[in-house]
């Protein structure tokens, strides 16, 4: 992958006031720095060895992965847990998730992981029932959030970014379009989750 730099000709983790990092990252750049870490490559194998339907890995596992880049660090953000999602109607069992769980558990015990079906969690989510996996991904808290990474059948490596990639890059997060009934999650998430103490060139909207 070349070297990201801005109009400036400054290394990009020098470069501190960007306007517009979408110009020069671009999706296939952050599935290059995917298929560079070897530790979240060989978390993708292994789910992608389940077989599930429609999954996707979202959330902390590519948004970490970017933020982390676009800040310098060579040192990996730990993630809370890895957020593996699936879409099956035929099959709507807590205890099926329960079973996928373990089996990734099995393989990496040190990896908090969470299955869940997202044709039954619109339930929880108080929305119309999605249309498959990407449909719940876009549902999520935050735009930074709304990404997802597989290896398809034909072994690529493919990203799921249903509101784009524009937030992720220039470090901007801000409610989910389709999320705006659950801002009180939002405000809540932000508070705990202190994310400006880790990354510190965020731009959190709607709080400032």
Same mark, same amino acid.
């Given at each position: 992958? /070349? ?25 296939? &750049?952050?599935?290059? +720095? $995917? ?5 979240? $490559? ?5 789910? /992608?060895?389940?077989?599930?339907? &429609? =999954? ?28 593996? +999602?699936?879409?099956? /109607? ?5 205890? *099926? ?15 908090? =992981? ?5 044709? *039954? $969690?619109?339930?929880?989510?108080? &929305? ?10 876009? *549902? =999520? ?23 784009? +990639?524009? &937030? ?9 379009? #389709?999320?705006?009934? *659950? ?6 998430? $932000? ?7 880790? =990354?510190?060139?965020?731009?959190? #909207?709607?709080?400032?």
């Amino acid at each position: 992958m /070349r070297t990201l730099k801005t109009n400036l000709n400054l290394p990009l983790s020098e470069f501190k006031e960007w306007k517009n990092a979408t110009a020069f990252f671009h999706k296939k &750049d952050i599935l290059e +720095i $995917m298929r560079k870490d070897k530790w979240r $490559m060989h978390v993708l194998e292994l789910v /992608r060895d389940l077989g599930l339907p &429609d =999954w996707w890995i979202g959330a902390g596992f590519v948004r970490n992965k970017v933020f982390d880049y676009l800040h310098g660090y060579k040192k990996r953000t730990p993630l809370n847990d890895v957020d593996v +999602i699936y879409f099956d /109607r035929k099959n709507l069992s807590e205890r *099926r998730e329960a079973y996928y769980q373990n089996k990734l558990k099995e393989k990496m015990p040190q990896v908090n =992981w969470s299955v869940t079906n997202q044709a *039954r $969690m619109h339930k929880l989510n108080g &929305d119309k029932p999605y249309k498959n996996s990407a449909d719940g991904l876009a *549902r =999520w808290t935050e735009t930074p959030t709304c990404v997802g990474v597989k290896i398809d059948k034909t072994g690529r490596l493919v990203l799921a970014a249903p509101h784009g +990639i524009k &937030d992720l890059v220039n470090l901007v997060v801000r409610p989910g379009p #389709l999320a705006k009934h *659950r801002l009180g999650t939002y405000a809540k998430r $932000m508070k705990e989750k202190n994310w400006r103490k880790r =990354w510190s060139r965020l731009r959190i #909207l709607d709080l400032e």
